[in-house]
């Protein structure tokens, strides 16, 4: 019997039907709970944990939802970046000297890659979880106990009356232009309780270097990526978009940039880590001031 050519069965039309089924149950499979439940295991035996990491990490949630697009099957690595999150939230939290936090909010909550990790960080918090995804916000409230809030691609359309004291958004500014970050960061302003603080993260120097160095390519085509990087260096601020996306794309940030938008915000900067999540992305922390309070009040 002749062997099918691999390229004419993949344009068989039903091949083309299954194979949604088919990643579907890969996707279950890689995230298998028991499966999950050893990678979790296995990191837990890493001895560069420190004795707080793994005591919280050994409270952490370790099911992963099929659907999370953050997870691809490594394991200790989903969990060592959900647990640099906190790192990186203690530095900054440290840093702006707060004392108490009640009110949390995860935009964007994924599946949870960092929302379990707060959860147990916070256990007497009230955490908020809020993503255009709303499998994944349904996943965070039925597994991790979150107030589910869907997100929408124009912010002022969130329906959110609360105030908090500590939002957390890993890799969101990462993916706006610069007016969708103004409007991001004026959203920020307005759901920030007084003295409340705004722990963020952006595309910096490391990511630039990636680029050049062929590493990756954001998922931008690569005629893109001269103008991108030449616009940061030049303005402080570059975008492109994802190719047939005229919303989301890929932006890099200088800290010039971003101190000139938030200022105007009354947010006063108390941390930064150059590629400080995941040795990649820069990590912001902003405190709400009383000019914050009022500019919420015009």
Known sequence: MTRMNSSLLLENPLAKTIRPYLGAVRRRLRS?????????????????????????????ESRI??????YTGDGGHYFKVGLDA???????????????????????????????FLVNRFPKATITASDLDRKGVDFCA???????????????KVALDAQFDLIW?????????????????????????PGGFLVFTAHGERAVQRM???????????ECIPPLIASFREDGFGFANYPGQRTYGVSLTAPEWI????????????????????????????????LTQRLKEI
């Open 212 to 222: 050049l160095n062929r590493e990756f390519d954001y998922d931008i085509v690569p």
């Open 259 to 290: 101190h000139g938008e938030t200022e105007k915000l009354g947010l006063s900067e108390v941390y930064f880590r150059e590629h400080g999540w995941d040795n990649h992305q820069d990590v912001y922390g902003f405190r709400a001031t009383a």
């Open 86 to 116: 906190i790192r990186c939230i203690e530095s900054a939290i440290d840093a702006a000297e707060l004392s108490s936090v009640t009110r949390i909010l995860d935009l964007p909550c994924g599946h949870g890659r960092v929302l379990r």
């Open 169 to 193: 958004c890993g890799s969101l500014v990462t993916h706006f232009d610069a007016d969708g970050l103004r409007g991001l960061f004026h959203f920020f302003a307005r759901h920030l309780s």
């Open 32 to 60: 298998w709970p028991a499966r999950t439940y050893r990678q979790k295991e296995e990191l837990l035996k890493d001895s560069s944990l420190g004795a707080q990491e793994r005591e919280l990490l050994e409270k952490v």
């Open 142 to 156: 039925r597994i991790f106990g979150a107030q589910p809030v869907y997100s929408q691609s124009n912010l002022s």
């Open 65 to 70: 939802s099929p659907g999370d697009g953050m």
